[in-house]
Structure formats: structure tokens, C-alpha cells
């Protein structure tokens, strides 16, 4: 299936990558060094720069912390994604939100994709994506609500949770009028769930592919990535890039990331070993 975000459409051999930016003074990777407005332009322009092909702009933690009211929301995101607009006009805009007023205020000076990381928790965000026509990421998160982490959670088996949850949000979003080909899927690494649960996703994610939806997947630095390597979260850009490497092979399609170059290139490499990109340069042996 063709994935039409925009005014773009992307084939299905074509791997993205959505570059995180967050409008956050308590980002757990990046501890607020981009909710200054210049520094979090600077970051589109750098990220853009380093290949991106969605930006993903967030205005509120995922993980708990003081509440960030609707209004506060608006504040942190709208402005700047119109900005982002202006001075990019050829990327695809994406707003990590669960919330439908900011959803509605986004749409109308620019966005392109509506990131609803917590799983429908706000069912009307589906409509306003319906209402602007532009596209929707569905995510599993075992009915978690926003800002929380997972507590003792457990699955008869995540995988047939994953993959029923994922196929009903669809059709969901589907039904509600959102563009068909501009629906994503994502299994929601470490949301609602322990490590062993996202490392099962990782290894099963052709599983999640196999619905039909081109699937998104979250994998930066998270903590599944730590606990698996036992690494602080600066510590794990290679963990990162190993999942990355699988769910690409696997046949995931876009790359939610904090270091954009790096997983530019792990992609790239990726797509030329399957033979769906020609090598940047061919001279060895042929000289």
C-alpha cells in the first residue's frame, strides 16, 4: 500500500524516517534542549538536513510528570508548527498528541499527520483526522492512560493482542473517514508493556505488517533498548539501531528517532542489502 501524507506519497519499498522534536523542558532524552523556539527550529533544520522525511513535533512528555493543561498544549505546538510549515514547506509534518482540540488547531496551519501514541484514549482525534484529511498513527498501548507507565501488565499473548487491537483501530479510522492510505499502525514499544513484551514485537513485527497498514515503530533509546543492554539512556544508540535493523528487514516502514542521521544510514544500508536502493557509490572492482 502506497502511504499518502500531504501532498507526498511513498511507495512501499521506501523507508522513513520521523524525526522527533519536542516542545518539552522534560524530554527523558533530550531534558528540554529544544523547547526554545530557535533551538527546536535549529533541530528541524538539522534534522531535515540529516534526511528526514517527517517531522514530529510533541508538546507533551509521554512518561508522567507536572500537568500539562490543553491550553499549555496549544502553546507549545500550534505556533510552531506553522512556523515549521513556512520554513519547510516540502516536509511532512507530524504532532505526537492524544488530544482533539490540539489535533483540529495543528491541521489548520499545517499538519499532516496526527501521532495518537495513546491509543484512541480521545476517540473524536480520529474524526478531526478525518476532517483534514490528513493521516492518523494508530497505537497499541493495552488501554493505558496517557502519561502513565506500565504496572505489572500482562498478555495471554501480546503478539494476538498487538495485532487484533491494531486491525480494529484501523477500520476504525478508516470508518470515521480517514484517508485509507494515510493510516499507520504501531505496536507501541514499552507502552503498556514490560521489556520481554517489546522485544517480542521487534522479532514478531512481520506479524504486525501482515494487517496491511504500513507500520510506525518507536524505538529511540527507549527503555526496552536499556534494560535489554543495561545502558543509561544515553548509552543506547546501537540497541536502537539493531531493533531498527530488524523491524526494517522485517518490513516496518517508518522510524520514529531521536538521531536522525545514524538512522538514515542504518536504513539506507538496510534497503540496498534487499536490493531497493542502489549503493551511493559503486567503484570497488569495477576499476
Given amino acids: 500500500m502506497a502511504l499518502r501524507l500531504g501532498g507526498h506519497s511513498f511507495g ?20 528540554g534542549a529544544t ?13 531535515v538536513a540529516d534526511g528526514a522525511d517527517i517531522v514530529d513535533v510533541g508538546g507533551v512528555k509521554a512518561g508522567p510528570g507536572p500537568e ?16 515549521v510549515r513556512q520554513r519547510h514547506p516540502d516536509v511532512v509534518i507530524s504532532v505526537d498528541t492524544w488530544r482533539h482540540e490540539v489535533g483540529d ?36 498501548t493495552g488501554g493505558a492512560a496517557p502519561r502513565t507507565r506500565p504496572h505489572r501488565v500482562a498478555y495471554d499473548d501480546v503478539l494476538s493482542a498487538v495485532t487484533d487491537f491494531l486491525a480494529g483501530e484501523a477500520a476504525r479510522a478508516r470508518d470515521a ?4 492510505d494515510s493510516i ?20 514478531d513485527v512481520d506479524s504486525v505488517v501482515a494487517l496491511g497498514w504500513p507500520v510506525l515503530v518507536s524505538l529511540s533509546n527507549k527503555d526496552f533498548v536499556g534494560e535489554t543492554l543495561d545502558r ?13 535493523s530488524v523491524t526494517a528487514w522485517l518490513g516496518a516502514r517508518v522510524f520514529r528517532a531521536h538521531q536522525v542521521a545514524a538512522t538514515r544510514q542504518t536504513l539506507d544500508m538496510v534497503a540496498s542489502i534487499r536490493g531497493s536502493r542502489a549503493p551511493a557509490v559503486s567503484r570497488r572492482g569495477l576499476t
Fill in 232 to 244: 543509561p539512556v544515553g548509552e543506547r544508540l546501537t540497541g536502537t539501531l539493531a531493533a531498527t
Fill in 68 to 83: 500539562v493543561s490543553l491550553a499549555e498544549e496549544l502553546d507549545r505546538t500550534v505556533a510552531f508548527v506553522g512556523a
Fill in 105 to 140: 488547531a495543528v491541521c489548520l496551519v499545517g499538519a499532516d499527520l496526527l501521532n495518537d501514541a495513546w491509543g484512541g484514549w480521545d476517540p473524536e482525534l480520529a474524526h478531526v483526522a478525518a476532517a483534514h484529511g490528513v493521516g492518523l498513527v494508530c497505537t497499541h
Fill in 35 to 47: 523547547f526554545d523556539d530557535a533551538a527546536a527550529l535549529a533541530a528541524v533544520d538539522m534534522a
Fill in 184 to 203: 499507520l499502525v504501531d505496536p507501541g514499544h514499552d507502552f503498556g508493556k514490560n521489556t520481554r513484551h517489546s522485544l517480542a514485537l521487534i522479532r
Fill in 12 to 31: 512501499d519499498e521506501r523507508l522513513l524516517v520521523m524525526a522527533i522534536v519536542n516542545r518539552t523542558p522534560d524530554s527523558f532524552f533530550d531534558r
Fill in 177 to 180: 473517514g480517514v484517508p485509507a
